[in-house]
């Protein structure tokens, strides 16, 4: 029997500037996926005037996107990661360098690296329930690395 239980999933975030001593993601949310990662399109292909079929490999980012309890230590440092790197007038931004540890668990572990924080609410929006909403940070990466549980 296979178990494909997430509780129990961690992870460990640091940025170059903003937290280069990093911060551990636990609260993760009840009302959305905690952690998503969308579908990876390493090819593309078109066809000629005959229907003659061409393809080609490019490169593209590793998308996750983190979901978090709302007023939990995780949101509020995802959230200032957010701001630290927004850029406005006069605010050029901490371009930090993200990389992110999740350990599942059964053992599995995923290293996400030289990465950005892509997009993340700046401030926090209420449902018309009166719950806080789930905030979600989207992250992309140049590199992944997986290493399975020992056995």
């Known amino acids: 029997m296979e178990n494909i239980s997430g509780f129990g999933l961690l992870g460990n975030l640091t940025a170059s ?4 001593n990093g911060f551990a993601i636990s609260k993760f ?8 990662a969308p579908d990876l399109e390493v090819a593309d292909t078109a066809f000629g005037l005959n229907g003659d079929m061409v393809t080609w490999s490019r490169p593209t980012g590793i ?7 709302p007023n939990s230590d995780e949101e509020a ?6 701001e630290a790197n927004r850029v406005a007038k006069k605010k050029p931004g901490a371009r930090d360098i993200v990389n992110i ?5 059964n053992g599995d572990t995923a290293v ?8 993340g609410p700046v401030v926090q929006a209420v449902s018309s329930t009166g719950r ?8 992309r990466f ?3 690395s997986r290493q399975k549980a020992p056995v």
């Open 17 to 20: 500037k903003t937290f280069p």
């Open 29 to 36: 949310a009840d009302d959305t996926d905690p952690l998503d």
């Open 63 to 69: 998308e996750i996107v983190v979901s978090v309890l």
């Open 77 to 82: 440092n995802l959230a200032a990661l957010v």
């Open 101 to 105: 540890v999740l350990a599942y668990p």
């Open 112 to 119: 996400l690296s030289t990465g950005v924080v892509v997009t």
């Open 132 to 139: 806080m909403k789930t905030r979600q940070f989207k992250f």
């Open 142 to 144: 140049e590199q992944v």
